[in-house]
């Protein structure tokens, strides 16, 4: 008898990678693109309303880009690791612009 479990499937370290990654695309993606879109509308010298549909309008472009890109990166912590980054830059951004900073 064979076992339920085949031992062509991928192993469990495999198995959190892609995970990770999913994560990365789904918590990740959301997080810099709401970031970059505060941002945007508050970087911007154009009316209040523009600025704001402009932010909106480059969160759509930047939240598919960053699920791509977080299954292109070499691992998972990489993924993390740029996403943590990038974050880190448009948070500061966003305070300073505020005036928090």
């Known amino acids: 008898m064979t076992s339920a479990r085949s031992s ?7 198995r959190f990678g892609v995970g990770a990654r999913a994560a990365a695309a789904l918590l990740g993606g959301y997080a810099l693109a709401s970031l970059a879109s505060a941002f945007t509308a508050l ?3 154009v009316p209040r309303a523009e600025a704001i549909l402009a932010g909106n309008m480059l969160a759509l472009v930047v939240y598919p880009a960053v699920a791509v890109w977080s299954f292109l ?8 690791a740029g996403l943590l980054v990038s974050g ?3 948070a500061l951004g966003v305070w300073i612009l505020r005036g928090v900073l």
């Open 88 to 90: 880190t830059a448009l």
């Open 73 to 80: 990166a070499a691992s998972a912590g990489r993924a993390w």
């Open 43 to 45: 970087a911007l010298p």
């Open 8 to 14: 062509s499937s991928p192993p469990l370290r495999y």
